[in-house]
Every structure is written in structure tokens, then in C-alpha cells.
């Protein structure tokens, strides 16, 4: 039912996806899917930095590598094989790139870790919330 497996993670607050790692990984084998593990970066303003992109490359460059070593480091958490389990950076709005992913890939299910509820997110974390709202696949919000 589900081949691919499309898992939002923010690699600089890895407790958001602990658990949901667990889930994906179980989802994953008893499928025999592949995940694929995304980070969404926030992108720079080229327009108020329009001096400064040399620098702004540079930066997302860093942030890129650093995001992709702490991914590889996250492969270690699940327990299928490594060649399974694919990872990418992108840089933008949360909610705008996983559903555009979600689309432009064959994904049959979004799983998403959440933060605990506060006052301000009622229910789920606010990009949870918005990715629920909005993608056309399933997605699995795990807490």
C-alpha cells in the first residue's frame, strides 16, 4: 500500500521526529517502502541581501552539508537498509515544499513528527498542521 514514504525531518530538533522515525521505519518494512527524509531550510531574502550573495551562497551551502551529515546520521535510527532510505535539502516554506514534493513525486504518505500541543498550535505543531491540511496523500502525524 505504501511505497514511498515521504518524512519531513528538522535535523537541528531531532526530538520532533524520534518517534516518528519509529513509525516510518515500520511503515517501511512491513511495505517494503523507501523513505525519503527532507529538510526544509528557510531561504534567504535575495532582496533585502542583494549585497551580501556571495555570502548568502556560501551560507546555504554550509547549511546544506551540515543538513545532509546529521540525515546520514539519522539513516542509523531505522532499522532497514540504508539503500532505502534517500535525503534531500530544500530551502523555503515548510508546508509550501513538502506539498510540492508530495506532488511532483510518486509519495504515497506524509509521516510527520509534532510538537506536544501549546495554546498557540491547539492541536498539532503549526507546520503539521498546515502540511495536514493541504497535501492531497495521506500523512501520519505522530507525537
Avoid: Q, W
Amino acid at each position: 500500500m505504501y511505497k514511498n514514504i515521504l518524512m519531513p525531518v528538522d535535523v537541528f530538533e531531532m526530538d520532533l521526529s524520534d518517534k516518528a522515525v519509529r513509525h516510518a521505519a515500520n511503515l517501511a518494512k512491513s511495505e517494503g517502502a523507501t523513505i525519503t527524509l527532507v529538510n526544509i531550510l528557510p531561504s534567504s531574502s535575495r532582496s533585502l541581501l542583494r549585497g551580501f550573495n556571495a555570502d548568502i551562497k556560501k551560507f546555504e551551502e554550509y547549511m546544506t552539508n551540515e543538513s545532509e551529515k546529521k540525515m546520514s546520521e539519522l539513516k542509523r535510527l531505522f532499522d532497514i537498509a540504508p539503500e532505502d532510505i534517500h535525503c534531500t535539502v530544500r530551502f523555503g516554506n515548510v508546508r509550501d515544499e513538502i506539498i510540492a514534493m508530495s506532488k511532483e513525486d510518486e509519495y504515497d504518505i506524509i509521516v510527520i513528527g509534532s510538537k506536544n500541543p501549546s495554546i498557540t498550535t491547539h492541536l498539532l505543531g503549526s507546520n503539521a498542521e498546515s502540511i495536514l491540511r493541504y497535501a492531497r496523500i495521506p500523512v501520519l502525524v505522530v507525537r
